[in-house]
């Protein structure tokens, strides 16, 4: 089976976020990754929001995950990629997709469990 989640925020409530309070909601480097961009209000609440969508739809699994459980990266060309821990991810595919504008941030994720992912995979192809 396959559950989604999705979320919003203002970009304006990630405008002036202290140091202490960053590292209580991103990983190191999540915060770098948004120090470089600009604006980085517009970046973090999309990073926040991917996080928000990815606990949202992995409720419906009965798993709980807080937000320094899951870590967005970006690949080279700029794709969000979700890190969770190993043994969920053993589990569990994740897949995000990210946008914001210059007032509000979104994101939603679809987790699929990974044998799910693998017959249907394997359907394809038959
Ligand atoms: C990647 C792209 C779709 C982003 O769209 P956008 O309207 O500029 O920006 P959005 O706010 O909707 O999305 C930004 C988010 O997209 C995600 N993103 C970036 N590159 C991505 C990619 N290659 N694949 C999937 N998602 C991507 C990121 O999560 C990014 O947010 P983040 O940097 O904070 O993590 C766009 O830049 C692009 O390359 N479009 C291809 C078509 C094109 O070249 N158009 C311009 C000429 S007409």
Redesign the pocket.
Known sequence: MFHIGIDSEEVSRFESLDEQLLQKIFTYREIE??KD?SPQS??LA??FC?KESIIKAFFNYDIQLSLLDIE?I??E????QVIIPEYIHKEYSVQI?????NSV?VACALVMESQFLKALEESCWK
Request: aromatic content about 4%; some cysteine; glycine content about 10%.
């Open positions: 990754y948004c961009k517009h970046h999309g990073k991917a967005i970006n690949t060309k700029g794709m969000p997709s990210i946008s914001h504008n941030a």
